[in-house]
């Protein structure tokens, strides 16, 4: 602080060192963008009410209630708050420069916003209290409480009575309001501490406890994005027209990962917020999700590379994926919708797991009164939000649960790392299970990998046999379709032989053995040609088997050898048609080799992602613009005019709301009605919505000025 | 990470790896909560369900020990929503309780309000509740009256909802019948005397046992406990006649006393023994048999073969909410799924023997089970290749090629007790003659069965052919062999249970080894007859019996 009162807000900014202005643009960051020229200029900008708003926003109780005093003119050591406290509020309250000079003033839009009635004097306060009715102080007591204005129509009651009594100030035709004297009594009466936020409700749980059940959370919802998009990748839903998923897609996806909707809207919405699905186009040229080509480089990371992009992107989503399935209106809302974003979410998450974090070591929110006691505490924290916002902190918390950032109620100590901004791989990397690289083959055809397997085994084996259930193992069921499949794929017998006795830890069972004879023995003894869409077998039976089942006559099959069956059919359509009868052709080319069929996959190109705000923050980025406007304050000082008059608008408008902020005289060029300029000497009180409203000398009356109006500004004298 | 042999998979299935050293101890841990679905050789597979979880929970278990018990035993980390819903499940058992009430009769009360509120407003129950009563005495979230008729509908209506209600209207004595055990040359086993006792104090229920371990001596011990007139309803004749004898000679009960409602005789006696067939059996739309129900008081009413039980017994059944009622069986696993009618029209599962009793029991009967594949002919084989669909099983099961084979097999277990058992008519009586083999067919008279039943029990004949009829035959003790030429067993259930009951573990040898029983399948290759056969495969290994592929050519 500078030692000597300043004049103007401008003159004590001038007079910050370097630090005390970056910690005003890292606490007031919308202040720096973009960054302002000079001193004067910024003084102008941080008085400009949507900023204030902002920065009062962001206040906790102590600090709004310290700063209540200031502008109620009390000494805020009489608020019954310990002096230290007092002075560290009022010393954050200066570095916002929500209030300054010497003593501490608050800025005119403070004192415009917060201002209370004074109310009655402090010492009767008490004593109408004690005579009040009972309903007159539950009113008082539920104002108090919530910091809200009362509504009252004017109607005879006990609003009234209070109003009479000066217990309530009517502000305007529906509003009354709790004046400052009655509202410290009423907080005094309640017990109502505003120096220290009330303690969140803790068990003790062990920190490891909360790592494993958190860990697994992080597997599973790696294990369901990957389920998830590699069905979409194959099966892509159908992008609605508004944007978003229909509600029956959203309900499939849930059967598919064996989750309740809101689970999948979660991990769909962290999938499309990692830029792992986008909109795109299938071949049909439909509007569809398909999963980006960002999720194939996804896919070859480690678990934990994997859940670490799906964690930063759900910690720096601004969208409300809990209103899914609910209605905003009366409009049913959907995964991916793009009425989803809300500016404050974000903010809101940082805050609960900032909370979380704060814990005790090896402790959990407390069941049943855990959220109840954070909510309170993010009210102590920010006072100033809107209420209902608070309603999402429980939801918040299932989601971070979902995730594997928290765990039984609990920061894991890899989500902690995450919300900090460092690696948690290593971290994770520990606690998830090893990749296993064997399987466990039963004589019942399933086989079990008891652990996630590594990829390339997995993919080999979701080739030759069919995933029958998920989770920390998997389950896989060896039939005569899925054996085929690999056989389409161009696998032989004796590969799939090889694959099974290579990768399983027990004996391959017999009848394993017999089925992926029993499909080779059958596969290929068809052979389709292409160009003229012929059959041909060597297997004379086997085309009489053919010509003979139900549905082939529709195939238009002519047998024109013994061996040979040819069709007008397209090979496309005859195909399928040939397989759903329980056959297993195999195409031909047109040389004579097998052709291999591989299934179609989808992708959409990722989207370029600029991250939202971050940049603005940075520290690099503060340095540049407190260096800019020292820089801007050099070579305004360098002008023989410096501070003393002004024409360009920017510094019309700057020059104004200083001379308001600290009561100035200003000469000002003003364009009257009949276009001629004339001088006038004002005292600005208020400048807002392009108008400046000032006392004026020559009338001796409040005027507006127009600020179009306005030709130049400066000092008289 | 933990190293325990238990996978606890997303989709609420519990993968046992048998061969950890825990293993034992986590089965014994979950048993009470989770239903075994497959026992292969070396992963087992459990299924956690709601129903088994209130089972559990009837029996005294709470959720903070399923969980504990999965956390204990898991190897990776349970999903958390798994064990949230587990605690939410549980926490549904009992909120609401069936009351008796001095002047309303019965009572459905519940102590919260708002899962009374939502009961009480849902159109399912609606018709089923009078009027509301309030100021109950321990009831403070509401009580409602029920008319008694209603008891059995409520609760399967309550179960529906996912609301489960907890019986305490307890049950008429009905009328009064001596019984006693008759332990002279035997005693109950421990195990009998526990499931017969938890019954008794659970009030209804159903007791699960092994076959084999003796379950109509569990009847017979709860009937001993509830002394009084006793309904006992079985699915067929043989069984039926089984029960007489099996009561006659280890209880005080005379033949007099016991009665048999068939269809040859209907007889009702203080103990009568009906059949579920005669039953259901409905004539112009009503079934006449159905006041056999009412035609005593009854004091107890035995359900054997609880998954078995045919639908309409369930509708019978829910007019007996007021008397005892005892299910026994050897699975809670229902084909149709109706688990959960049998949990709340019979009451929940009272008893359950621990594994290592099951094995001694013989459970999994040391059976070899082979599958022996023969090629059709040539000319065989056009002819499946060109006949129509509902022909082809037919043809591809009674290929001579099978006969052939059928002999082959007879002559290698020449002195063994064999039987051959087959679906088609003509098959078998090519097989009987191409054997030289009594026959017994759905025509042969009960008469002729039992006598050739007897013959081939005491060893006077070692070789019979049956048709499906064996199948429900419950005592043919002895049998070695079976070979199986055709016919599908009805549902996979069944044809385990059957097999278990043809291949009883037989007497040890000298050398204290068992002989395992051979168990043969013979099966066309490339045709329907194999897709049957391999649902046999699946299920037999599922089930845990070994099971070999063998060519007619290498026998």
Not at chain 1, 80 to 92: I, T, Y
């Amino acid at each position: 602080m500078s030692t000597s009162a300043p004049r103007t807000l401008a003159d004590q900014l001038r007079g910050w060192s370097e630090q005390q202005l970056s910690a005003l643009l890292d606490a007031r960051p919308d202040l720096a963008a973009p960054a302002p020229h000079d001193s004067s200029q910024l003084a102008a900008r941080v008085v400009v009410k949507a900023s204030v708003l902002r920065a009062l926003d962001g206040l906790d109780t102590l600090e709004l209630t310290v700063l209540q005093a200031v502008v109620q003119e009390t000494d805020p050591a009489a608020l019954g708050v310990p002096a230290e406290a007092v002075e560290q509020a009022l010393d954050r309250l200066r570095t916002l420069a929500l209030v300054w000079g010497s003593p501490d003033r608050p800025v005119l839009v403070v004192r415009e916003v917060l201002r209370l009635p004074d109310g009655p004097p402090p010492e009767e306060v008490p004593g109408l209290l004690e005579r009040l009715e009972p309903p007159a102080r539950t009113i008082l007591d539920h104002l108090a409480e919530t910091r809200a204005d009362g509504r009252w129509s004017g109607a005879a009651g006990p609003t009234a009575d209070l109003v009479a009594l000066g217990l309530l100030v009517h502000v305007d035709e529906r509003h009354v309001r709790l004046p400052w004297s009655v509202r410290l009594e009423l907080d005094a009466a309640a017990g109502r501490r505003v120096d220290a936020p009330p303690e969140p409700a803790t068990s003790e749980r062990a920190q490891a406890l909360v790592d494993r059940a958190a860990a697994g959370a992080a597997f599973e919802l790696v294990r369901r994005t990957e389920l998830l998009l590699d069905r979409w990748g194959t099966h892509p839903p159908a992008a609605l027209k508004a944007g978003g998923l229909g509600v029956r897609e959203l309900r499939t996806t849930a059967a598919l990962l064996h989750v309740e909707p809101d689970v999948a809207a979660l991990v769909i919405e962290t999938a499309a917020a990692a830029g792992l699905l986008d909109q795109g186009m299938t071949d049909d040229v439909d509007a569809a999700w398909l999963p980006t080509d960002a999720y194939d480089s996804w896919l070859l990371g480690s678990p934990a590379r994997r859940w670490l992009v799906l964690a930063r992107a759900w910690l720096a989503s601004p969208r409300l994926v809990s209103a899914v399935g609910g209605r905003i209106g009366d409009k049913p809302v959907n995964a991916l919708s793009p009425d989803l974003p809300r500016s404050w979410l974000v903010a809101l998450r940082n805050d609960v797991l900032a909370e979380l974090a704060d814990l005790p070591a090896d402790h959990a929110l407390a069941a049943g009164t855990g959220v109840a006691s954070l909510t309170q505490r993010l009210r102590w924290r920010r006072p100033r939000r809107p209420l209902a916002r608070l309603d999402q902190v429980a939801p918040m918390l299932a989601e971070a649960a979902l995730l594997g950032i928290a765990g039984l109620d609990a920061m894991s100590s890899f989500g902690r790392l995450v919300v900090a901004g460092e690696d948690p791989t290593d971290a994770l990397e520990r606690l998830l299970p090893a990749p296993v690289d064997h399987i466990l083959l039963q004589a019942d055809l399933t086989a079990i990998a008891p652990g996630p397997l590594e990829q390339e085994l997995a993919r080999k084996l979701s080739l030759v046999a069919d995933v029958e259930s998920r989770g920390g193992a998997t389950v896989y069921r060896f039939a005569a379709s899925s054996v085929r499949r690999a056989f389409d794929a161009g696998w032989s017998a004796a590969e799939v032989h090889d694959f099974v006795a290579s990768t399983s830890r027990t004996p391959v069972p017999q009848s394993l053995s017999y089925l992926v004879d029993d499909v080779s023995r059958r596969f290929g003894t068809l052979r389709a040609g292409h160009a003229e869409s012929f059959l041909r077998s060597d297997d004379e039976t086997a085309l009489t088997e053919l010509m003979h089942a139900t549905g082939a006559e529709s195939l238009r099959l002519r047998r024109i050898a013994p061996t040979v069956v040819v069709s007008d059919v397209p090979l496309g359509t005859l195909l399928p048609r040939i397989r759903e009868l329980g056959l297993a052709p195999v195409v031909e080319a047109v040389d004579g080799t097998v052709r291999v069929a591989r299934p179609d996959v989808f992708r959409a190109r990722s989207r370029r992602r600029t991250p939202a705000g971050a940049g603005a923050r940075t520290a690099a980025h503060t340095a540049a613009v407190v260096s800019a406007i020292r820089v801007g304050d050099r070579s305004t000082a360098g002008r023989p005019t410096r501070g003393a008059s002004a024409s360009t608008p920017a510094d019309v408008i700057a020059m104004l709301r200083q001379a308001a902020e600290s009561r100035e005289q200003l000469v000002i060029g003003y364009v009257g009605n009949d276009g001629t300029v004339a001088e006038r000497m004002v005292t600005p009180e208020r400048v807002e919505g392009g108008q400046v409203t000032a006392y004026d000398e020559r009338s001796d009356s409040q005027r507006s000025f127009s600020l179009h109006r306005i030709t130049a500004v400066s000092r008289p004298g | 990470m933990n190293d325990g042999p238990l996978i606890v998979q997303s989709d609420k299935t519990l993968l046992l790896e048998v061969d950890h050293e825990q293993a034992d101890a986590c089965r014994k841990a979950i048993a009470p909560f989770a239903e075994l679905e497959r026992s292969p050789e070396h992963i087992h597979t459990y299924r956690l369900t709601p129903l088994g979880l209130w089972n559990a929970r009837a029996a005294g278990h709470d959720a903070e020990q399923v969980v504990n018990v999965l956390l204990t035993f898991s190897r990776y980390a349970v999903p958390h929503a798994l064990l949230v819903d587990v605690a939410e499940t549980m926490a549904r058992y009992g909120r609401l309780r069936l009351d008796k009430h001095p002047t309303h009769g019965l009572v459905l009360a519940s102590n919260d309000r708002a899962v009374f509120e939502e009961v009480a407003r849902s159109k399912k129950v609606a018709g089923m509740l009078g009027e509301r009563l309030d100021d109950q005495p321990g009831a403070e979230g509401g009580a409602v009256a029920v008319h008694p008729s209603q008891r059995g509908n409520l609760k399967q209506a309550l179960l529906k909802l996912g609301w489960p209600a907890e019986d305490f209207a307890g049950y008429v004595d009905g009328e009064a019948h001596a019984i006693k055990l008759d332990e002279s040359d035997w005693t109950l086993r421990a195990y009998q005397q526990e499931a017969a006792d938890s019954f008794w104090h659970g009030g209804s229920g159903v007791v699960v046992l092994p076959c084999g371990a003796g379950k109509t001596l569990v009847g017979a011990a709860a009937m001993a406990r509830a002394q009084a007139t006793t309904l006992i309803l079985v699915t067929n004749t043989v069984s039926a006649r089984q029960w007489k004898s099996e009561l006659v000679r280890r209880t005080s009960l005379t033949e007099e006393e016991i009665g048999e409602y068939s269809g040859a005789r209907k007889e009702i006696r203080p103990v009568t023994i009906a059949t579920y067939q005669v039953l259901t059996m409905r004539r112009k739309g009503v079934y006449p048999h159905l006041e056999l129900l009412d035609a005593r008081d009854w004091g107890l009413i035995v359900y054997d073969e609880v998954h078995l039980l045919p639908a309409p017994i369930f509708r019978m059944t829910a007019d007996l909410q007021a008397r005892r009622r005892i299910g026994l069986t050897a699975t809670l696993v229902r084909e149709d799924g109706r688990e959960g009618d049998v949990f709340s029209l019979i009451g929940p599962k009272r008893y359950d023997a621990p594994w290592k009793d099951i094995e001694s029991q013989g459970w999994i009967a040391p059976a070899d089970c082979v599958e022996v594949r023969v090629t059709l002919p040539e000319g065989e084989r056009l002819a499946y290749a060109t006949a129509d669909p509902d022909e082809r099983y037919r043809l591809a099961s009674c290929t001579h090629a099978k006969t052939l084979v059928a002999e082959q097999l007879v002559k290698q277990h020449a002195g063994e007790p064999t039987l051959v058992i087959g679906q088609y008519l003509d098959q078998l009586d090519e097989l009987a003659e191409h054997l030289d083999a009594p026959v017994i067919k759905g025509d042969t008279t009960v008469k002729e069965r039992e006598r050739l039943y007897e013959a081939f029990r005491t060893g006077e004949l070692d070789l019979l052919v049956v048709s499906k009829v064996a199948n429900f035959s419950v005592d043919l003790p002895g049998a070695a062999v079976a070979i199986q030429v055709s016919g599908s067993f009805g549902s996979r259930q069944e044809e385990a249970q059957r097999l278990g009951r043809l291949l009883r573990p037989k007497a040890k040898g000298p050398d204290g080894t068992q002989k395992p029983a051979r168990f043969y399948a013979i099966v066309s290759r490339d045709t329907v007859d194999a897709d049957f056969a391999q649902n046999r495969q699946r299920f037999l290994a599922e089930q845990g019996y070994a099971y070999r592929i063998v060519d007619a050519a290498d026998l």
